[in-house]
């Protein structure tokens, strides 16, 4: 076997598997989107109010973080 015959059997073969790779992700994006539902999603954030922020505390574990980070 020539190395010619080499290089275009590789070629060919990438040329192969790179059109089913394609098509097979294509078929499987086209599958996924057919089968995707728009859910109405209703809006809770009225009902349940947000606390409040109680900001930065400095506490044991922090000043232990700060002291061992040596800031």
Known sequence: MTDQ???????????????VGGSVTLVAASSA???MQVVDVQDDSEKMPV?????????????????????
């Open 5 to 19: 015959q080499t290089i275009n059997r590789r070629q060919f073969l990438r040329k192969v598997t790179s059109t």
């Open 33 to 35: 989107t057919a089968r």
């Open 51 to 71: 606390p409040p922020s109680k900001g930065y505390q400095r506490t044991e574990h922090v000043d232990t973080y700060y002291h061992l980070a040596d800031f």
